[in-house]
């Protein structure tokens, strides 16, 4: 069945692909952040995560979130609210469905984008999260195409950590809808942007959306782990993670100081390696790695190929 749905998806998947080519080669071309005079290690690969990987994440996803929201509101929702005195959860989700359908799409982004924080830091900070979420920061050098470079257990443990809370909650299936229409539409568009090798002025959003400064930020090698945010920097501003240097500066190397493969069947397997090492974002201290300002080995990789 998943190799069914993936064929039938082929048409979609090569529209997108060219109507970001025909988006961003241009504005990379019009405005770049860094001139590029070749094409850099891994450009490849990233064509097959954006047809391969993106579909696969999708079929993965869909399948993975129902079974999960079952399986909590089966397992751990319904008897816990059954314990609350006075509680009922079909009452609480009759409150949340009757709602004006626009503030629960709000309602809705928000929530999946404060989960979608938390399960980004700790994609950072756990080392077994890591390991797959690295295969993303590998990438030495940014533009639109290093956006698809994910790993299938990295995007759909995220995906699921944004959804999931939101089946729970018992949104109406018309707000529900629209708000992952939002995310799929618009935002799915716009994190190629954030990605891109392209010089952009948003200084005047920067505090209230993700912009591609901001995310660049996140990538960036020194200081590492900050701007988690999928779509809204507050949670970066109220958690600590909040980087935004003044005069609208940008990072000067981006990539990870553990080698990472840049060809797609490797970085698939790679989080499965047991002997890989994978702590280029735990403190120095802790790991004996080199300190951030140290060439990173992704770069490294980059040049020589």
């Not at 770049?32 to 990233?46: M, N, T, V």
């Not at 390991?131 to 990438?139: E, G, I, M, N, Q």
């Not at 707000?175 to 990605?195: E, K, R």
């Not at 004996?288 to 060439?295: C, L, R």
């Amino acid at each position: 069945m998943g190799v069914e749905k993936f064929v039938q998806a082929i048409p979609a998947i090569v529209t997108t692909v060219a109507i970001l080519a025909l988006i961003f080669v241009p504005l990379e071309r019009l405005s770049p952040l860094r001139a590029k005079k070749h094409l850099r290690a891994g450009i490849f690969s990233d064509l097959g995560h954006l047809v391969v990987t993106s579909a696969l994440t999708g079929i993965i996803v869909a399948g993975f979130t129902f079974l999960v929201g079952k399986v909590l509101d089966t397992v751990v929702v319904l008897p816990l609210a059954s314990l609350v005195p006075g509680f009922s959860i079909e009452g609480f989700r009759a409150g949340v469905a009757h709602q004006p359908i626009w503030l629960q799409v709000v309602e809705m982004l928000v929530l999946a984008d404060f989960f979608a924080y938390w399960l980004h830091r700790s994609a950072h900070e756990l080392r077994p999260l890591w390991r797959f979420h690295c295969v993303h920061h590998s990438p030495a050098e940014l533009d639109w195409l290093a956006t698809p470079r994910l790993h299938p257990v990295d995007q759909a443990l995220k995906n699921t950590a944004k959804f999931v809370p939101v089946y729970l909650c018992g949104f109406d299936p018309t707000a529900f809808g629209v708000g992952f229409g939002i995310i799929a539409a618009f935002l799915g568009y716009y994190v190629f942007l954030v990605h891109a090798n392209v010089r952009v002025n948003l200084a005047w959003i920067e505090p209230l959306h993700i912009t591609p400064r901001f995310h660049h930020w996140h990538h960036a090698l020194d200081p590492i782990n900050k701007n988690y945010a999928d779509q809204f920097p507050v949670w970066d501003i109220l958690f600590g993670s909040y980087h935004m240097p003044d005069g609208q500066k940008w990072p000067a190397a981006y990539g990870t100081h553990a080698p990472v493969p840049t060809n797609w069947f490797m970085q698939m397997v790679h989080p499965f390696n047991p002997w890989a090492r994978f702590s280029w974002n735990m403190p120095q201290e802790e790991t004996g790695e080199p300190a951030a300002d140290t060439a990173p080995a992704s770069a490294a990789t980059s040049s020589r190929a």
